[in-house]
């Protein structure tokens, strides 16, 4: 299998890192926060052991999975708001989005023996017919090193521009080779899934995904980290699970801003969205859904009512 010649260095900008991400439907960062890696690495270890192995054939009997990760570490937080990875996510999601929410998190170690995963899309669980643009950016940091060898994710290069029945030629795919502490970013439409581990030790890798935020979470991060829980995280990053408006009127409670949960007593008016969420709506270049064809407007005589096309406070 070949290797992906994607990896860039870490002072790459984000804009770079889109590029090509956009052009190949993934990348890898080199060396991009190696420290805290490690750190999470020891938060996590007895959650890994912990852990069952899989049940299924997708999940792997020779794989363990640990999801939640925010609430387990705290060098996962720092991870799922490093500001390069969030940069790049505003290139990718935010012009489908007034605001991006951590959709997944997970560890996936790969035993000695764990068979390849087979090849999927992680945006498959929404109904959109594919090719489609970028709606999930999920990440994969590598907590150890991930080779050919070991299970190093495979990914299929360009297939998040083809069609959906498209199968790809085992010549196609190649490896994400890359070292601990470095980050493969990728698309939501390209085909991808866990190498079969030939080695003699376990690969182990941390998820962190982002997707547009109107969209359903994949992993329920309000039940996971319930107010009490999420109250102790960085704001930034309790806005990113949703702690936070989608768009004006999305997601409010009680009437009123759902950050409210995690401040103190407020006694003002409440608010169903707010200047920033109401000016990124604005940016945002709506999208057609389906093949349902608008009915053409009739010549017809009177005066023509406004319309609001857009809801917002202001």
């Known amino acids: 299998m070949r290797t992906g010649s994607n990896s860039v260095s870490a002072d790459t900008s984000p804009y770079g890192v889109a590029e090509i991400v956009e052009r190949d439907g993934y990348a890898v960062v080199k060396a991009l926060a190696s420290d805290v890696v490690r750190r999470s690495r020891d938060d996590l270890a007895p959650h890994i052991e912990a852990a069952p192995w899989g049940h299924t054939p997708f999940l792997g009997s020779r794989t363990k999975r640990v999801p939640g990760l925010v609430a387990k570490s705290r060098a996962v937080q720092e991870l799922a708001i490093h500001p390069l990875v969030l940069a790049v996510a505003d290139c990718l999601l935010l012009p489908r989005c007034a605001r991006y929410q951590l959709n997944f998190s997970g560890v996936m170690h790969l035993a000695p023996g764990a068979g390849a995963q087979g090849l ?23 907590v150890s090193d991930f080779t050919a060898e070991n299970g190093g994710t495979q990914i299929v290069p360009g297939s998040h521009l083809w069609d959906s029945d498209r199968e790809p030629l085992e010549s196609e795919i190649v490896s994400a080779e890359m070292p601990a502490g470095s980050v493969l970013i990728y698309t939501s439409g390209v085909l991808h899934g866990g190498g079969e581990n030939r080695a003699s030790e376990s690969r182990t890798g941390i998820a962190l995904q982002y997707a547009l935020a109107w969209l359903r979470q994949e992993e329920n991060q309000f039940l996971a980290n319930p107010p009490e829980v999420a109250r102790e995280f960085p704001e930034r990053l309790q806005r990113l699970i949703g702690y936070d408006y989608a768009a004006p009127y999305l997601g ?63």
Do not use: C
């Not at 608010?271 to 109401?278: A, H, I, L, T």
């Not at 349902?292 to 319309?307: C, L, Q, W, Y």
């Open 120 to 142: 999927h899309r992680d945006g498959s669980f929404y109904p959109f017919a594919q090719p489609f643009p970028t709606v999930i950016m999920p990440t994969m940091w590598a």
């Open 252 to 314: 409010f409670v009680n009437g009123d801003d759902p950050h409210r949960l995690l401040e103190g007593p407020y006694d003002g008016p409440p608010q169903r969205s707010n200047p920033s969420v109401d000016a990124a709506y604005e940016r945002v270049t709506p999208q057609r859904y389906g093949d349902v064809e608008p009915v053409s407007t009739p010549s017809a005589p009177g005066k023509k009512v406004a319309t609001l096309s857009r809801l917002a406070e202001s």
